[in-house]
Structure formats: C-alpha cells, structure tokens
C-alpha cells in the first residue's frame, strides 16, 4: 500500500508505522505476538486503527471529505469546503447558501481528508449492500484503494436517468440516514445574508398584511382571531447565484451545482428531489400546512392541532394521513427515490410512493411554502437539502444503462460530477475486490453548518 496524492481520484492515504522491537527473549515474543494481532486484525478484522487510513479525493464528498478549504462566507456566515484538488481559478468562491460571491479564496490551511476504518470483519459473513460505502482495489490498476457506495448488485441491471439511479426498472428506497449523508444543503435559513443592515431571508410572506414575522434562526405567527379561516403562506423562493453582494438576486429553479468542485466545468441539472426541515412549536387547535411543488404536481401536508393527525393530498384526492405527536418536533418532508415523505423526530411518519410516471420531474423556484390557518406558531431552522443528481454527462459521457454479472457490484461516488466510479471503469468490480466497509471515524471533520 503506498501513500496516494492523486487528487483527481478517490484514493485513501496509508500512513507508516514502526512496530516496538526491543530484544530479550520475553519482549521478543511479547513483540510477536502484538505484531501478530496487529497483523491478523488488519487482514481480517478492522484497518485504520493504529495506522491512519484517509481520503485524499473528492468523489465521495458530502459524506466523506479529501483534502479541502474551510470557508466561512462574509454575507451570511454559513460553512462550506472547497476540494484541494478544485480550487477556483477567479480568486473568489460563491457560497452555496445564499450566492454570494463576496467570498475571497485564500488557501491558507489544507485540512486533511476524513480519517476511515476499513470494517473486514461483517464481509467475512455477508456480500456488501446496497448504498453501504466500501473501500476496493482500484479496478484499473493503480496502486491504490478507492472509498465508493455499492448502487447495484451481482446480477442486476443499472439504469441512470434523470440523475436517478434504477435497478432492473425501478428506483430503491434509501433510509433517512443514506438520504442525509448524501444530501446537499440549499438553503439554510440560520445563515442569512445581511444586505443594509437587516437579514435577508429566502423564505417571504406570499401577501403584504401577513402575519408571518421574521425573528432570528425562524418565523413567528400569531394566532388571527378576526379571520379564523384565513390562510397566511410563507413561501421560499430559490434565487441563482448573484453577481457582486449588489447584485440582483435571480429566481430559479434548483440545480446540481456544488461549491466543493470549483473548476468542474459542465452542464447543470435541474433537481427536483429536495427536502424541507426545520422546528416546529405551536399553541392552540389550527393547521399547519405544508406545500411541497415539483416539476409535475402540488402535495400538500396538512397538520391539524386538534386531531393531531397529518394528511397528505394531491389536488383533492387523500394519499394517506398519519398521528404526529403533540410536543414540539422536527419535521423532514420531501421527495427523494420516488417516494414522498414525512419524517418527526427521525423517525419515519408517512411515505407515500408515487405512481409509475408520477415522479417528480423538472422543478420549480418555490418548492416549498409554509401555510398557518388559526395556529400560534414559531417554526425555525428551516433547511432545504437536495439529493445527489447522479450524472451521465461528467465528468465524461456514458451511456446510462449496465448489466451486472454474476459477481459484479456497480459502485458510484456521491460527489458524481467529479467521481470516477463504475460508470467509467473499464473493468468490473467483483467480489474479490472489496476490502471492507468503509466508517467515517467521529473525529472527522463536519462537513457545512449542520
Ligand atoms: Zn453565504
């Protein structure tokens, strides 16, 4: 294993060691003994214990970091990363929160990439999973490891479209945890940017007598006893990036562009799978609704205060309804795997499939809006998050579609725009190959403000 700085790829970096060695016959086969452990624990049991294993390359970012900048942006503060291997070339970043491209590039400390354990052990029992990260050989030879998600499986059929990845016809269900680790933020509403002294917001009341205010990290309404039916919306609206902290904000829909690969020069895609979450507390019996448009149709949550019980509808027609709890909670609602979803507290409330060709396509610059009718209520730490856009474009074209072999797994990197993954291997991944699984270690860094 030889250290590896190649920053085009995903490799991980494999650090010396120098075993104790003292002599006399005791500490001699003390000695063997550590080293034989030593030895037996990296074949089989766990790697990156005692010799640091990390990731030098991009591919695998949100959830694994390479080498990379940290970037606190001068208009709204949130965090992000630039990759060592994308630095950009005009001197200036654009926060990927609010678009400002206020940020000056000073490469001053690389931070080094997430340190990994390679787990053995599980795989001398079971294949590896879907969406698990692994760490294999380098399929085309380098002298190398290379950290990578498992997508299909021996013997199945990849298809990728509209950055969707599908196994023989049909996309696969991630859990909440997969969806985060993958996610990428939007917007989050506790960065704003701060033009003439007042705290800019993305999310605006819909009318100018609103009772929506804003308050600092959320939104406020109180409790309309004159108009009881009326309903207030507050809705986010998407802008693109802007041009100089003067500039003027353009409405737009999401896209597929990512702050980490400054020089990446490519087409942009319009992501339609996006995730709205944030705090909820109430007071009193009203609704709260809210309204989640993609590219082909409106879903509207509704929660009533006094049944406790959330609904979900198309136009008229009913999806499904579920209980949600009574305290104050967080909330995830969103679109991801041809499915939408509502998740309190972490834990799984309502999903409700979407029928062949109802997925959602194409996409609009105000995905999300919030709607009070008779409620008291503060909601705050609104975050929007979009899912991976798995290309077939960059960083070279493919085709899209694969057949799996016998013993073949089809492995992607998270970060696809850069990744060089199976899509672009000219020789297949086998079983062989895979050397364990891959574990972020805590001590790692954080990758944005969240
Ligand atoms: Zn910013």
């Excluded at 104790?20 to 990156?48: D, K, M, S, Y």
């Excluded at 992501?271 to 309204?291: E, N």
């Excluded at 579920?322 to 995830?332: I, V």
């Excluded at 009718?373 to 929007?384: D, F, Y």
Aim: charged share 20%; glycine share 8%; proline share 6%.
């Amino acid at each position: 294993m030889t250290a590896n700085s190649d920053p085009s790829g995903d490799a991980l970096q494999i650090s010396g060691y120098r075993a104790p060695w003292r002599l006399g016959r005791n500490t001699f086969i003390t000695a063997t003994i550590a080293a034989t452990l030593v030895w037996f624990t990296r074949q089989f049991v766990i790697e990156g214990w005692l010799v640091p294993v990390r990731v030098s390359g991009a591919s695998m970012a949100p959830s694994l970091l390479g080498e990379h900048y940290q970037i606190e942006c001068v208009e709204c503060g949130f965090e992000f990363v630039v990759a060592n291997s994308e630095p950009p070339r005009t001197g200036f970043v654009r926060c990927p929160n609010c678009s400002s491209e206020g940020n000056a590039f000073a490469p001053s400390t690389v931070r080094r990439g997430d340190r990994v354990w390679i787990e053995k052990w599980p795989l001398l029992f079971r294949s590896p999973r879907r969406w698990e990260a692994v760490v294999v050989d380098d399929p085309d030879g380098a002298e190398r490891f290379v950290v990578i998600r498992v997508v299909g499986l021996p013997g199945e059929t990849v298809q990728i479209i509209d950055g969707d990845v599908r196994v023989n016809g049909h996309t696969v269900p991630r859990s909440l945890g997969r969806q985060r680790q993958m996610a990428w933020v939007v917007n989050d509403d506790r960065y704003r940017r701060t033009l003439a002294g007042h705290a800019v917001s993305r999310w605006r009341p819909a009318r100018p007598d609103s009772r929506w205010h804003i308050v600092p990290h959320g939104f406020e309404i109180a409790n309309p006893k004159d108009q009881p039916d009326r309903v207030d919306w507050l809705v986010y609206q998407h802008v693109a990036a802007v041009t100089g902290s003067l500039g003027k904000p353009v409405e737009n829909v999401v896209l597929d562009d990512i702050a980490l690969n400054q020089t990446a020069r490519r087409t942009l895609h319009t992501v339609s799978d996006l995730a709205l979450s944030g705090h909820c507390q109430t007071s009193g019996v009203g609704q709260l609704m809210v309204r989640h448009e993609t590219g082909n149709g409106v879903r509207l949550w509704t929660f009533d205060f006094s049944s406790h019980e959330v609904t979900l509808r198309s136009q008229a027609e009913v999806l499904g309804s579920a209980a949600f709890p009574r305290q104050p909670f967080r909330f995830r609602i969103g679109s991801c795997d041809g499915e939408a979803g509502l998740w309190i507290d972490d834990q799984v409330v309502l999903v409700h499939p979407f029928a062949p060709g109802e997925a959602p396509g194409g996409g609009t610059s105000r995905p999300f809006a919030l709607g009070s009718r008779a409620l008291q209520a503060t909601m705050g730490e609104l975050c929007i998050e979009r899912d991976t856009y798995v290309t077939v474009d960059s960083p070279r074209p493919v085709e899209g579609s694969w057949q799996l072999g016998d013993d073949e797994f089809f492995l992607l990197g998270d970060n696809s725009p850069v990744s060089h993954d199976s899509r672009h291997w000219s020789n297949p991944v086998r079983r062989r190959h895979v050397r364990g699984i891959a574990r972020r270690r805590a001590s790692s860094s954080v990758f944005g403000n969240r």
